[in-house]
Nanobody, 129 residues
């Protein structure tokens, strides 16, 4: 199936920027939606942002609007997350995910982890005060 690998995480101070990358390999398709999720210790996995195949439809959690930007390059089988003005509350393991089975994820469920069938191993982002 599709394999996803995240990179670009690290330790930064509040206000700094990071750019995460997610590379897909194996049996890949260009016609699936992808998203970024994050999980802090003791907390549930939460959606950060999602993007449809065309790249023209993007969605953001309220907590990151205006600070984070998702993009994709289907020719490179990659999706990116530009994170600016990082805050300590952004500290988490960040995962990329893909929906490779459905032609379209309904808007009402695009932020649900269950809507995605392929997941990366995660990359740690730590933001100090």
């Amino acid at each position: 199936q599709v394999q996803l690998v995240e990179s670009g995480g690290g330790l930064v101070q509040a206000g700094a920027s990071l750019r995460l990358s997610c590379a897909a390999s194996g049996r890949t398709f260009s016609s699936y939606a992808m998203g970024w999720f994050r999980q802090a210790p003791g907390k549930e996995r939460e959606a950060v942002t999602a993007i449809r195949w065309s790249g023209g439809n993007t969605y953001y959690a309220d907590s990151v609007k205006g600070r984070f930007t998702i993009s994709r390059d289907n020719a490179k089988n990659s999706v990116y997350l530009q994170m600016n003005s990082l805050k300590p509350e952004d500290t988490a393991v960040y995962y990329c995910a893909a929906d490779t089975t459905k032609p379209y994820i309904p808007l009402s469920t695009i932020f649900l982890p269950a809507s995605y069938d392929s997941w990366g191993q995660g990359t740690q982002v730590t933001v100090s005060s």
